[in-house]
C-alpha cells in the first residue's frame, strides 16, 4: 500500500456504538433546507496536514530574494527541495503519489491551491465554489460537481486573497463581495461571509486559451455566415451596437468578436469593472472602475470613466456592461459623434433591453420625461443583438434587430434575423438564424460609407432591387 494511501487511512477514526453523544446545541439554530445544504465538518485528514507540513518546509528554504515570474526556474528549485525533503524523512512513495502530492503543493505555492487544476482544464468554462466542501464547474453549458474540496474557510480566503491583492482590492466583513479577474482576464466574483451563509464564494467564468474563432462559432451553430457578413459591415460603418442577453450567454465573447471588426487606425477606448475584453487593435486604451478604499473614499465608478473618456478623443467607446446611471452617459456619448460604440445589457428580449435602458437612465437621478428618454434611445441605438443559453447547453443568436425610431410615444423596432427553432435531436436543440426578409432602414447609412451588402444577406431576390 502508498504512503498516501496509509496516511489516508490513518486519519479515518471508526465510529464505536459507545461514543458519547454531545449535546444539542442551545440558541437558534439554522433552517432545515439550510443545514440539509451546508456539508458536514471534516474528520481530521492526516494527508492534508502531511502535504502542509512539507508544504510549510519547501516555503522556508525557498529565497525570499526568487523571482516568482520565472515560472519554470521556481518549479525546478521547488522540485529539488521536495525531492531533498522526501530523501531524508526517508518516505517510500508511488510515482503516482509523488507526482500528485509535488502538483498540490505547486498549486498552493505558486497557483490557485485546488482549483488550479479547473482552471488549466480547457473544457471547463465556469468554475463555482460554494465554500470549502461544494466546488461545481460547467462544461459544455451544463452544471456537475466535482471532486474538489478546500481544507477550510481559511484556505479559501487565502486563495481569494491571492487573487485580488495583485488587483490592489480586498474583500473583509467591511467590504464582503468583489470584482475582480485573473491575468488571463478571466471574471472573478467573490462573495463571503456574513453575506454568504454557506462559506466564502468563488465564482470564476473563464475565457479560452485559444478563443473562439468566428469558423468554430458558425460550426457550432451559434449563429450563420450571413450574420457574420451583416455584423462586420454594420461595425464597419459604425452602427451603435447594443448586445444583450442573459447571464452566462456569452456576451462578452460576441463583443469580442464585433470589436475585431473595428479598423486599425481608430482610437478604442474600453470602460469595464474588471477589464476582461481582449482587443487586437493597436490603438486600445482599457479604463477600469474602482471601489472605494478602506475609509469608503477614491471610488471612480463606471459613469465617472465615461464622462472621462469623451476628453480623450475616442473614435469608439466600449462599455463592457452598462448596468446603471452610467446608461446615460454612454447614450449621449453615441449621440454626440462617437458613434460605432457597442455595449452589453442584461436583458431577456431586445424589447426588454429597451425597457432596462429606460430604467437605467432613470437611476441617474435626473428628472427626464419618459418620452425623451426614449427620443434618446432612438437616436442613439442602430441595433440590438439578443443572445441566449438554450435548454442544451448551446449559445445562440436568437434576434437581431433594427431600433427603426419613434412612433408617437413608443419606439419602433424591427427584427432583421430571428433564430427558427427546429425541434430537438439527440437532445440537441436543432433550428438556424434565418433572415426576415426585410431590409434594415440603416442600410442607407451604410451604403453613404460605400459599404454595400447582397440583398441575399436579408433573405430577399437580387430581382427586387433591379
Known amino acids: 500500500m502508498s504512503l498516501l494511501k496509509r496516511i489516508e487511512r490513518s486519519g479515518q477514526t471508526p465510529a464505536t456504538p459507545n461514543t458519547p453523544q454531545s449535546p444539542a446545541p442551545s440558541g437558534p439554530q439554522p433552517p432545515d433546507d439550510l443545514r440539509k445544504r451546508q456539508a458536514p465538518a471534516p474528520s481530521h485528514d492526516a494527508y492534508a496536514e502531511a502535504k502542509n507540513k512539507l508544504q510549510q518546509k519547501i516555503v522556508a528554504e525557498l529565497d525570499p530574494k526568487l523571482d516568482l515570474s520565472r515560472t519554470d526556474q521556481v518549479r525546478k528549485t521547488i522540485e529539488e527541495i521536495f525531492n531533498n525533503l522526501l530523501t531524508q524523512?526517508?518516505?517510500?512513495?508511488?510515482?503516482?503519489?509523488?507526482?500528485?502530492?509535488?502538483e498540490e503543493i505547486l498549486s498552493e505555492i505558486l497557483g490557485y491551491g485546488p482549483i488550479q487544476k479547473l482552471l488549466n482544464d480547457d473544457s471547463i468554462s465556469e468554475i463555482m465554489v460554494n465554500g470549502p466542501r461544494n466546488v461545481f464547474v460547467e462544461k459544455q453549458g451544463k452544471i456537475e460537481r466535482v471532486p474538489v474540496t478546500f481544507d477550510s474557510d481559511g484556505h479559501v480566503m487565502r486563495i481569494i486573497d491571492r487573487i485580488v491583492s495583485p488587483l490592489g482590492r480586498r474583500v473583509d466583513e467591511s467590504s464582503p463581495y468583489v470584482d475582480a479577474r485573473l491575468p488571463d482576464g478571466s471574471r472573478v466574483?467573490?462573495?463571503?461571509?456574513?453575506?454568504?451563509?454557506?462559506?466564502?464564494?468563488?465564482?470564476?467564468?473563464?475565457?479560452?486559451?485559444?478563443?473562439?474563432?468566428?469558423?468554430?462559432?458558425?460550426?457550432?451553430?451559434?449563429?450563420?455566415?450571413?450574420?457574420?457578413?451583416?455584423?462586420?459591415?454594420?461595425?464597419?460603418?459604425?452602427?451603435?451596437?447594443?448586445?444583450?442577453?442573459?447571464?452566462?450567454?456569452?456576451?462578452?465573447?460576441?463583443?469580442?468578436?464585433?470589436?475585431?471588426?473595428?479598423?486599425?487606425?481608430?482610437?478604442?477606448?474600453?470602460?469595464?469593472?474588471?477589464?476582461?475584453?481582449?482587443?487586437?487593435?493597436?490603438?486600445?486604451?482599457?479604463?477600469?472602475?474602482?471601489?472605494?478604499?478602506?475609509?469608503?473614499?477614491?471610488?471612480?465608478?463606471m459613469r465617472d470613466l465615461v464622462v472621462n473618456a469623451l476628453r480623450m478623443r475616442p473614435d469608439r467607446i466600449i462599455v463592457g456592461e452598462v448596468r446603471s446611471a452610467e446608461t446615460l452617459d454612454m447614450l449621449q456619448a453615441m449621440n454626440t459623434g462617437h458613434e460605432g460604440s457597442m455595449s452589453t445589457v442584461h436583458a431577456n428580449t431586445p424589447r426588454d433591453a429597451l425597457h432596462r435602458l429606460e430604467?437605467?437612465?432613470?437611476?441617474?437621478?435626473?428628472?427626464?420625461?419618459?418620452?425623451?428618454?426614449?427620443?434618446q434611445i432612438a437616436s442613439a441605438l442602430d441595433v440590438i443583438i439578443q443572445i441566449e443559453r438554450m435548454r442544451d447547453g448551446q449559445r445562440r443568436v436568437t434576434y437581431v434587430t433594427e431600433v427603426q425610431g419613434m412612433?408617437?410615444?413608443?419606439?419602433?423596432?424591427?427584427d432583421i434575423f430571428k433564430f427558427e427553432n427546429a425541434g430537438t435531436e439527440n437532445g440537441k436543440i436543432m433550428g438556424k438564424l434565418k433572415p426576415t426578409g426585410i431590409r434594415p432602414k440603416f442600410m442607407e447609412k451604410l451604403e453613404a460609407a460605400s459599404i454595400y451588402l447582397p440583398p441575399n444577406i436579408f433573405g430577399l431576390d437580387k430581382r427586387f432591387f433591379q
Not at 473563464?206 to 468566428?214: E, G, H, V
Open 89 to 102: 524523512e526517508d518516505r517510500p512513495m508511488t510515482r503516482a503519489d509523488r507526482v500528485r502530492l509535488f
Open 189 to 301: 466574483n467573490v462573495i463571503i461571509p456574513p453575506l454568504a451563509l454557506a462559506g466564502p464564494t468563488i465564482t470564476i467564468r473563464k475565457f479560452s486559451r485559444r478563443p473562439f474563432t468566428l469558423e468554430d462559432l458558425v460550426k457550432n451553430g451559434t449563429f450563420t455566415a450571413e450574420y457574420v457578413e451583416f455584423v462586420k459591415a454594420a461595425v464597419s460603418g459604425k452602427l451603435n451596437i447594443i448586445i444583450s442577453g442573459g447571464t452566462g450567454t456569452g456576451k462578452t465573447t460576441q463583443l469580442n468578436i464585433l470589436s475585431s471588426f473595428i479598423p486599425d487606425g481608430e482610437r478604442i477606448l474600453t470602460i469595464e469593472n474588471a477589464a476582461e475584453l481582449q482587443l487586437r487593435q493597436e490603438h486600445v486604451i482599457t479604463l477600469e472602475s474602482r471601489p472605494p478604499n478602506i475609509e469608503g473614499k477614491g471610488e471612480v465608478s
Open 407 to 414: 412612433e408617437g410615444d413608443v419606439l419602433v423596432t424591427q
Open 359 to 375: 430604467t437605467m437612465v432613470l437611476m441617474a437621478g435626473i428628472d427626464l420625461p419618459l418620452k425623451a428618454i426614449r427620443e
